[in-house]
């Protein structure tokens, strides 16, 4: 039999039963969010027509808004965005513009209609329209880490997988509460005797499908996330289908690793169910955008930012000897060497430094052939633990966007001595401009170990697009002022 360790502990969830209404509960949140969200952007929009007093929600003389608002929460509905679960934050941007900007469209076609002014209104309407999409989207955000926070967001599911990967999903899906999957129980093959450590129980599948024992712990349960390895192995010409009886929601999930993160989609053959894998890279059209915001987003950025720039300038020079800037080749697109600009956070005779540190300190050495940095690292200055506490120090490769070697989002820039390191990924890597922020800074950074950061890189690769950037652009402020993973 699987035994057990007592690494076992309590989630939100342990007893499923007492959470019957999850689901409504969900609902009701992302509803909340929604209807705060349109309503605040009503305001707003009075407020930018500079007609502060006559934002009544339920206003007679327009009924466009009640329309604009009806409008958005069934499209939400129809798209599956209530309760949401397992969306995907970039798609979620997708969905809530699009469903948004089709109930402006309604809504400025009904204004033509029944106004001989509408121009003046058309100006309200556009502002709430923008303000709807930030604002639903922040509500949406801000709501759902309230309830992970209080426990009250995610739907109890069982993890049925391999012993190997029991520990590694029930982790992936507790760390990321956002996704709305929260392990109550896992369940793997009788066969294999190896010792499980996990932070929920674990039986074997047997007893998952005799139900007996655990049957109260499963009451509320109606979701199970199959490894869809395990399935192939376990599931060819045996009585495993009753699980189809067991539960309404059934989820088969993979890495797909082999695949090194392709875009995939699935396909309905009139009964046959296949799976498409798309090189997804970017297209002519797709470079030519991402280099327009670039453009557009490093102007913005030197203007906003160049006065703290002088400070940050005059603080280095005060601090240590040196120059005010660091310029370090690094491995652009198309295996082309390029030169970054970082605001100097190191001693000049930093190499040196690191060299004599690592000789004398072993645990150092094992971190520095884990992860390429450090979290004591000598090498840096007063000023510059603050400077990278908070990225500032990556602030000069704006000019590097606006020269066209880097891109606003993208894979980090690794060190010409790196490219060995990323291993089979490095022509996937070559194949974009690397990134003033990227999907692996928003994702653990110095948290992750450098194989991770490689497979951070690949997945946006493969499955950049527009809403993906500003996703991460977004994650990008509060992970800046959250310090999460930076030292």
Not at 60 to 77: A, D, K, Q, R, S
Request: net charge positive; charged share 15%; glycine share 6%.
């Amino acid at each position: 039999m699987i035994q057990i360790r007592s690494s076992i502990v309590s989630t939100p969830y342990t007893k499923a039963s007492q959470h019957d209404w999850y689901r409504p509960r969900m609902t009701a949140l992302m509803l909340f969010a929604d209807l705060a969200g349109l309503t605040l952007a009503i305001v707003f929009g009075h407020l930018i027509a500079a007609d502060p007093f006559n934002f009544l929600f339920f206003d007679p003389n327009e009924v466009e808004h009640v329309l604009i608002l009806g409008i958005v929460v069934l499209t939400f509905i129809s798209g599956r965005m209530y309760p949401g679960t397992g969306t995907n934050p970039a798609e979620e941007i997708k969905l809530v513009t699009q469903y948004s900007s089709s109930a402006l469209i309604v809504g400025m076609m009904l204004n033509i209609v029944l106004r001989s002014a509408w121009l003046s209104a058309t100006v309200t309407l556009l502002s709430i329209s923008a303000f709807s999409i930030i604002n639903i989207l922040l509500l949406r955000w801000l709501v759902r880490i309230i309830a992970a926070q209080l426990g009250i967001w995610g739907v109890p599911v069982v993890i049925l997988a391999r012993p190997a990967q029991v520990e590694a999903l029930t982790q992936y899906f507790l760390q990321r509460r956002r996704l709305g999957f929260v392990p109550v129980l896992s369940a793997t093959d009788s066969e294999n005797r190896t010792t499980i450590a996990s932070r929920v129980p674990v039986v074997n599948l047997n007893s998952l499908l005799a139900g007996s024992s655990i049957q109260t712990r499963l009451e509320a349960v109606d979701t199970i996330l199959i490894d869809a390895s395990f399935f192939g192995q376990n599931f060819a010409d045996n009585p495993y289908t009753k699980l189809l009886d067991k539960f309404q929601h059934i989820i088969f999930i993979s890495d797909m690793g082999w695949l090194e993160g392709a875009s995939l989609a699935i396909r309905d053959f009139e009964g046959l169910i296949g799976i498409e894998a798309r090189r997804n890279m970017l297209s002519a059209l797709g470079y030519s955008i991402k280099r327009v915001m670039d453009i557009l987003g490093s102007l913005l950025g030197m203007l906003l930012f160049s006065p703290f720039l002088l400070v940050i300038a005059a603080l280095i020079k005060l601090d240590s000897a040196g120059p005010v800037f660091y310029i370090q080749p690094r491995i652009g697109m198309h295996g082309k060497r390029i030169y970054i600009y970082k605001f100097r956070t190191m001693l000049i005779n930093a190499e040196q430094a690191l060299a004599e540190y690592l000789n004398v300190n072993i645990m150092a050495q094992c971190e520095w052939e884990k992860t390429q940095k450090l979290r004591d690292d000598p090498r840096v200055t007063r000023v510059g633990k603050f400077l990278r506490r908070y990225s500032i120090d990556e602030l000069p490769q704006l000019f590097n966007v606006l020269l066209g070697n880097m891109s606003l989002v993208g894979p980090r820039p690794i060190m010409v001595n790196q490219a060995a390191l990323y291993g089979g990924g490095i022509d996937t890597y070559r194949g974009i401009r690397p990134g003033l922020t990227g999907l692996w800074q928003v994702s653990g950074r110095n948290h992750t170990t450098f194989q991770e950061r490689a497979n951070f890189d690949v997945y946006y690769v493969r499955h950049w697009s527009v809403w993906l950037d500003i996703y991460i652009l977004l994650r990008t402020v509060w992970v800046v002022l959250s310090r999460d993973g930076a030292y």
